[in-house]
């Protein structure tokens, strides 16, 4: 089997899943409020024709038409970024969802040039269009706003979950997969509680409306957050899907996995007690200070969600398929023959200031399967995480990756790769002294072609069980 060498970016301190997280997160935030937003405004429409609520109408057409207009604008030009940065990272995992699923992303897209086209319209023409058509051009626009979601939500939900699909390669069981209806779900409560939120924002900025006027509008917006009571039965249901693995690292042995969920969940739990106050008390009154900060919430509460969401599927890109870093179970272990950098045709930036061949072996060796996942000295750094190991160790945690982290992927090397890794660590820490001896003691690579060989290039989940239990097959 072919291995696929592509050029990817680094992008320093910052490890490549922060920057995709960073961007994602704020695309996933402001692309739901830009579909909760559509709905928003259907809903204030239909109670303005109802001739109910006299502000209605003036909601509609003032700010937050403004708002979704931006949300929607930004949403989607940080969805545009997010494909320009993952291509960098992760290009194999890219193209292979491309090649799956493109005629599900040409369907997205087409919502999508419809969801443009309607939201334009309304809010060009607006205001001279009769009550009909004002409505069905925001139904239009909440629709394809919410199915161009429907679309990405199966394509990114595979990713964790492609069970069946695995064995069949059909696009169906992929694009409904199991996680795809909770996940569906609980990103449409998201989108209508952000919506309600920034309803209130923006209610609080119409200067000549009274207390009282506005008091009733908040409580028309605080309806929207009414479906997050169901949040903690779909967040059930999406967990009781997800593989045992994942589960067991979000709710115990990764602090930070389970610190991140801490935040979402409490984050929710706080704005849902406040959306419960304010339903029940109808004259209570909300300032302008405390909309932001509840949005604010909802912001904490999406990052966490996300960072959960994708943290989750190490070691994998794509679960049983693709490891992290781009290469496959079965690759593995055909790497471990040839080796994983033999072949690999981009130089290193510095590659002349380098002491020895060893070493730029082992800095490529930490590009190609590392360095999606780890920095060399800042998030993550692998120099810190190795320095106070003995060369021994070092060998022995790394060849078996998948038992020193089971979200780590198999080493996928020989053991003159391994070594040259550990030279290159040792080096970089001792500050990169200007001549560096080669180390090739065939003692030293037999230990470590044992230490491989004991472990194989089964995930650490397989790994576990057999360690459990050795005399299982
Ligand atoms: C899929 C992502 C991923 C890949 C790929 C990956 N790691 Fe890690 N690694 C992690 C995470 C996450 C941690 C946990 C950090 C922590 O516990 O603070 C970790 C921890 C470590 C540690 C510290 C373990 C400990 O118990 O203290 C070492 C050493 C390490 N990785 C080495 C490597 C090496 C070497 C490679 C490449 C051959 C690699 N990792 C590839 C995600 C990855």
């Known amino acids: 089997m072919d291995h696929y060498f592509y050029p990817v970016n680094d992008f320093g301190p910052l490890m490549k899943g922060m920057v995709i997280g960073g961007i994602g997160i704020i695309h996933v935030f402001l692309a739901q409020f830009a579909i909760g937003g559509g709905i928003l405004l259907c809903y204030f429409q239909r109670l303005a024709m109802s001739g109910r609520n006299a502000l209605a109408r003036e909601f509609v057409d003032g700010y937050f038409r403004w708002l979704v207009l931006i949300s929607f604008v930004l949403g989607a030009l940080t969805g545009v970024s997010m494909w320009f940065t993952t291509i960098q990272v992760g290009p194999r995992t890219i193209g292979l969802m491309v090649d799956q699923f493109h005629w599900l992303w040409a369907t997205e897209w087409t919502f999508f040039c419809l969801e443009v086209a309607a939201g334009y319209a309304f809010y060009r023409y607006g205001t001279r269009l009769t009550d009909r058509t004002r409505f069905s051009l925001l139904a239009t626009y909440s629709f394809a706003a919410w199915m161009s979601l429907f679309w ?6 595979w990713q964790l979950t492609p069970a069946g699909w695995l064995s069949t390669h059909d696009v169906w069981q992929g694009m409904f997969n199991p996680s795809f209806w909770p996940s569906l779900i609980f990103r449409t409560i998201s989108s209508l509680s952000e919506a309600g939120l920034f309803a209130c924002l923006i209610i609080n900025f119409v200067p ?3 207390r009282e ?12 957050l009414v479906p997050m009571t169901l949040m903690p039965v779909v967040g059930a249901w999406y967990f009781g899907v997800v593989p045992e693995d994942s ?16 935040i979402s969940v409490g984050a929710s739990v706080l704005i849902g007690i406040y959306a419960a106050v304010m339903l029940i008390n109808r004259r209570m009154f909300l300032n302008g200070t405390t909309s932001l900060l509840l949005i604010v919430l909802a912001l904490a509460a999406t990052a966490g969600g996300e960072f959960v969401r994708e943290g989750m599927r190490k070691p994998y890109t794509v679960r049983n398929m693709l490891y992290s870093n781009s290469i496959t179970e079965s690759e593995a272990a055909e790497l471990r023959k040839k080796g994983s950098v033999a072949s690999d045709p981009y130089p290193l930036r510095d590659e002349a200031s380098y002491p020895n061949r060893q070493l730029v072996v082992g800095a490529k060796v930490y590009r190609m399967q590392c360095a ?13 995480l190795t320095k106070t190991w003995t060369p021994e160790q070092q060998r022995l945690n790394i060849a078996q990756l998948q038992r020193t982290k089971p979200f780590m992927p198999p080493f996928a090397g020989p053991p003159e790769e391994l ?10 820490v001792a500050g990169k002294p200007a001549t560096w001896k080669e180390s090739n003691d065939p003692a030293v690579l037999a230990k470590i072609q044992a230490h491989l060989d004991e472990v194989g290039t089964a995930p650490g989940i397989a790994v576990a069980r057999t360690v459990a239990n050795p005399t299982s097959p």
């Open 419 to 428: 070594e040259s890794l550990v030279q290159w660590l040792r080096w970089r």
């Open 247 to 262: 589960r067991e690292w979000v709710f115990g042995e990764s602090v930070a996995m389970n610190m991140f969920l801490m």
């Open 213 to 224: 006027q506005k008091a009733s509008m908040f409580n028309q917006a605080f309806r929207f």
């Open 372 to 384: 999606v996942c780890h920095t060399e000295d800042g998030a993550n750094g692998l120099l810190g």
């Open 152 to 157: 990405i939500n199966g394509i990114l939900s």
């Open 208 to 210: 000549h409306w009274t």
